[in-house]
């Protein structure tokens, strides 16, 4: 009886030893905070930036553009292990980095991807006042260090993601990047403005939904990582919340702010006597927006729609630019309907019906029994919306073939979400009570979400797992962990409760296995500018003079002009007309890629920093560019009353119009016949298409499809322990770069009054 009292004793006291080193873990005790950095990089040398802005003066001239404005290209989207998943996503046991600091960017931006401009943008969930400072002052060191002889070699931005998820369609507002134009602290947010919602909940109150603690026993030698997570989380837990009645102008420093709508961001953001920009991106983005979300609540004038000038069309976690008239899931959150499979559209719900009715002939069971348990299936999967997944035990990534995902559209955004993509957004107009038409009037922009503090990754197909956010558990035991597969595969589907879904929120809802498939290296943002200065990126900023790219470099001008030839408007503006528009083209193909880095960067960095941070390969281009094959015009009217359908307002493609590229782009012109005669308002935007080349993830589930265009089979490129981590998954693209819309009014000519005789 000794003995067994001994043991359990022993065991009682193991037990309890895991359990407080497991709390340990958690609340940051074994942690330490983690740093911004350190930039290493000189300033580049002058002769590389005077060639990267001869290049493109040469191109402009070719094609008989004036040199009154320089193309410059930038991210506006970076994130840092300041941010919570990208710290998540940085560990050792999911293939991660250890660590991206801040510091990173600016060496990456000018050093790796040779960019002009880009912005700091973490998620402000996670930005302590602690964090917010070692930010802005490694984005002003870094415009110290560009600034050293000359011709800056990149700006940089500072800025927060305001990052919101609502659980329904009527709480859902989506991501925004908030960027200030100085870097003089007084004209800056004195704190980062977090989202209400699932973001702050998650992180403040359920951080193990995240990353179970007891993780860091499966990775002993780099168990420091995982102890620090535990420091960071709990840091963030020990900034006390503001008084949410107190303006944001006189609130502390020290204290963390809430902003529940993009109304309210505003007015915290006004009550500083700010003006930044507010960009929305990820709009389209599925995993995340409840199924039914739309566009048009953000159209009411308190959400302050006028101040969002930009939105993110394109990003490395693919593209919201595009409508499609098929839904996700048909009716309301209140009597959601599972809709059928139309030609370029499997909706998830239905393949959840076909699953369980699968399992259920499989058992033998009648097959009116099984039609009953698919339609049961369809219609728990529709109740619970995004993680209609959930409800299929057992499943696997295979089961679920490409349901959900765009066929037809260009590198889509996971489980796309029509409602809230860029065209529909764009047909929308809100008449308001008080005699007001509100409509949305984005400059397009594109940038790489990167979360490897890696600004304009895009630059060539190469390093899935540096390059792009594909990343995943590094073998089947940490995989397990995380998600813990299910014990069995029943042919019956879960009622699964919305209050339990809210409650227990984490990495399983958002198929983070499927997304790894979508992520790509990302976009640019390029900017029209008058000088090569802070003040000449963010004036073609806030007049919306951009265009955005998929990630490689076109050159692009877009311009209502006279009868003459002459500009009346590029991109971006807005105009009066009576009679029929006149639009023209020019573009130019991106530069191909020499292998390897440029001098410049061998020499800028020590060997080991250039191979951590750029991966052996940088933007080093030779002297011919890809062909421009196309440009294809997307009209589209905005709504003329309350509720008027929007399908055949948005008319993409509207035209095609072929470019006879013979290597140094192509000028086209186009008309609307119909735009007089037809009384209602317009905008136009135009895409040039380059011919082929490769993209990480360009083909993202590889599906094999059977004589009828159907999916039948996927291939999906992991980003866990089941893909090699040197498998880049490369796949042809016709990449792209899309104008900012011009946007007309219509106005009816003058009356005719004959003299009287």
Known sequence: MRYILIGSAIVVAIALAIGLYVTGVMQGWYGQPRGPGEITGDAIPQEAIEDR???????????????DTEILFGDLHVHSTFSTDAFVWALPLLRGEGANPIADACDFARYCSALDFWAATDHAEALTPTRWSQIIDSVQQCAARSDADGIPDVIPFVGFEWTQ?????????????????????????????????????????NAQAMLPPEIAFLDLANRQNYYDFGRFVQDVRDVPLCDENTPSGELPSECYEIAATPGQLVERLE???????????????????????????????????????????????????EYRPWRRIAG???????????????????QAGTIIERRCLAEGLSDEVCADRAFEARENAAFVGLAGHLTIQGESIEDWLDAGQCRDCFLPAFNLNPLTSVQYGLALTNFDEDGEEYRFRWGFI???????????????????HYMSDAGGAESQNVAERIIPPDASAPAQSLRITREDLIANAGFQ????????????????????????????????????????????????WFDLVDENGVSLAGMGAEAELVDNPVFRVRAAGSLRQNEGCPDYSVRGLTPDRLQQLCRGECYNPGNERYHITRIEVVRIRPQVFEGEPVDNLIEDVWRTLPCNDLGEGCEVEFTDPDFASGGRDALYYVRAIQEPSGQVNGNNLRCTYDENGQCIEVNPCYGDYRTDMEEECIADVEHRAWSSPIYLTHLQPPAIVEDAE
């Open 53 to 67: 802005i001869a290049r493109i003066q040469a191109a402009a001239e070719a094609l008989g553009e004036s040199d």
């Open 165 to 205: 998820v609502g659980a329904l369609p009527e709480d859902h507002y989506g991501h925004k990047n908030v960027i200030f134009r100085t870097l003089d602290p007084a004209e800056i947010a004195a704190r980062p403005i977090a989202a209400a919602g699932v973001t702050v909940r998650a992180l403040r109150d």
């Open 271 to 321: 009550s500083q006597g700010l003006n930044p920009l507010i960009i929305p991106h990820g709009s389209a983005w599925g995993f995340y927006t409840p199924p039914g979300t739309s566009w048009d609540k953000q159209l009411e004038p308190e959400e302050r729609p006028e101040l969002m000038r930009l939105i993110e069309v394109f990003s490395g976690h693919g593209n919201s630019e």
């Open 332 to 350: 309301d959150m209140g009597n959601p309907v599972c809709p059928e499979p139309s030609d370029n559209y499997l909706p998830s719900c239905w």
């Open 446 to 464: 594109g940038s790489s979400d990167t979360h490897t503090a890696r600004p304009g990754t895009g630059y060539k197909p190469f390093g899935r």
């Open 509 to 556: 809802m958002t198929e983070v296995e499927r997304q790894a498939s979508f992520f790509t290296s990302g976009g640019l943002v390029a900017a029209h500018v008058s000088e090569r200065s802070r003040d000449g990126v963010w004036n073609a900023l806030q007049n919306r003079q951009v265009y955005a790219t998929s990630g490689l470099r076109q050159l692009l």
